[in-house]
């Protein structure tokens, strides 16, 4: 799926949304969950409460964020993986330092999310989506003595459906919030090679409420497995089996986002990262019910 197509999703699920239900949501995610992460400020004026959150009583006057929500997001990375094992089926080869093989990934993830307030402090999500991704080993350092030419770059192009879960944790005032997301992903994958993906991320941040407004700075700390195994074709080789175990070149990366809500009903979410892993993330939210 194109960015424009996804916009375009964005686009009918908001309105689809607010002809049938006038609520929306922020995100807890990816891998992204920055909108999950700020808490409302504003006084509760509705008689009728949702079932959840529980222990609401906790926080007082605050008008809580509408218990159940529904989010698209659009998620890209760009980032350098290292090599935890590579072996191909040459006699006489070996690897001596892996680090001299250069690695690099690129994805795009589109997907969708449902999460709910269980508590005034704490919410849960579910993710399910798609991802194109392709991972670039460069083999251009590695010699073997019977091949009088460079191997090259070998691209592994891969796709398919991922899912996952995860919880965020939140406090805050008036015109402060602190927040730290977890998220577990799998994904179910197929293309060039036999492929799978498993991801781990924690997410920190702090920031600031100015009236719809969260601005703030974080982290994202990410553990990626990534197996590839196959055969490719080598120059006067011929078809050579091979199998790698990638992960993540550097665990930590900072990052930097904003949240604008729009009446407790629909949100959105832009947030940033770089260092050594370049990210972005929109994220558009709806909640319900509308009186909670």
Not at 68 to 75: K, L, Q, R, S, T
Not at 92 to 98: A, H, I, V
Not at 103 to 119: G, T, Y
Not at 217 to 228: N, P
Request: with cysteine.
């Amino acid at each position: 799926m194109k960015m424009n197509q996804m916009a375009c999703l964005l686009l009918a699920l908001s309105a689809a949304s607010l002809a049938q239900a006038q609520d929306a949501q922020p995100t807890a995610d990816p891998q992204s969950a920055a909108a999950s992460d700020a808490p409302a400020a504003t006084q509760n004026t509705s008689e009728h409460q949702a079932m959840l959150p529980f222990m609401r009583a906790i926080a007082g006057d605050h008008v809580l964020p509408r218990p159940y929500g529904i989010g698209a997001d659009v998620f890209t990375m760009h980032q350098d993986y290292a090599i935890d094992s590579l072996a191909f089926s040459l006699p006489g080869f070996s690897l001596p330092d892996p680090s001299i093989v250069k690695i690099k990934n690129r994805l795009v993830e589109e997907d969708l999310k449902l999460d709910a307030w269980v508590f005034p402090f704490l919410n849960v999500f579910a993710i399910y989506g798609h991802l194109d991704a392709q991972t670039d080993v460069n083999l251009s350092a590695v010699t073997i003595p019977q091949l009088p030419v460079s191997l090259g770059t070998l691209p592994i192009r891969y796709n398919g459906s991922v899912y996952g879960g995860g919880l965020t944790l939140v406090a805050g005032g008036d015109h402060w919030f602190a927040s730290v997301t977890g998220t577990w992903t799998r994904s179910s994958l197929s293309g060039d090679f036999d492929s799978s993906v498993k991801a781990r991320t924690i997410q920190p941040k702090i920031g600031v409420v100015n009236g719809p407004f969260q601005f703030w700075v974080g982290a994202m700390g990410l553990h990626t497995d990534e197996e590839h195994a196959g055969v490719i074709a080598l120059p006067y080789l011929g078809n050579v089996p091979f199998a790698v175990k990638l992960k993540q070149a550097s665990t930590w990366s900072p990052s930097v986002g904003v949240h604008y809500e729009m009446d407790r009903f629909a949100d959105v979410t832009l947030e940033f990262g770089g260092g050594d892993r370049r990210t972005t993330l929109l994220n558009v939210n709806l909640r319900f019910p509308r009186d909670n």
